[in-house]
């Protein structure tokens, strides 16, 4: 992925969410070069209540940082710890002492996205 990184916003980013409110860049002063490595956003995930033998269930508990699988009334809670969602997890080649132990939290929207992150995009698919 490839963003504005050349604004406040992004780099004295300590926590929370970079929104388009923030004025973090656009996809004409693309500088950056960062990676995705993980997303959240406000979707719930349902189960299927009458699994089948083949289905996968979630059976145990696994939290991180930033989302958990807990089963909560048979849905996936996919909010950070502060309530925040809807966002791209992004690791910064800048090392730990940037942002958040070396990620920032850009928020999803449409057109050119926040800090340009949208406009382009490179991923790899493996079989």
Request: with cysteine; proline share 4%.
């Amino acid at each position: 992925m490839a963003l504005d990184a050349g604004r406040a916003a992004f780099q004295l980013y300590r926590s929370g969410v970079v929104r388009e409110a923030d004025n973090c860049g656009s996809s004409a002063t693309l500088n950056h070069a960062v990676v995705i490595v993980g997303y959240t956003d406000s979707g719930e995930y349902n189960p299927d209540p009458n699994p089948g033998p083949d289905d996968d269930t979630v059976t145990e508990c696994t939290v991180t940082k930033w989302f958990h699988n807990c089963p909560v009334d048979d849905r996936r809670r996919l909010r950070d710890a502060n309530g925040d969602d809807r966002y791209w997890l992004v690791q910064n080649s800048w090392g730990t002492g940037f942002g958040d132990k070396g990620f920032i939290r850009i928020g999803m929207s449409e057109g050119d996205g926040v800090c340009g992150i949208n406009a382009v995009v490179e991923f790899v698919d493996m079989e």
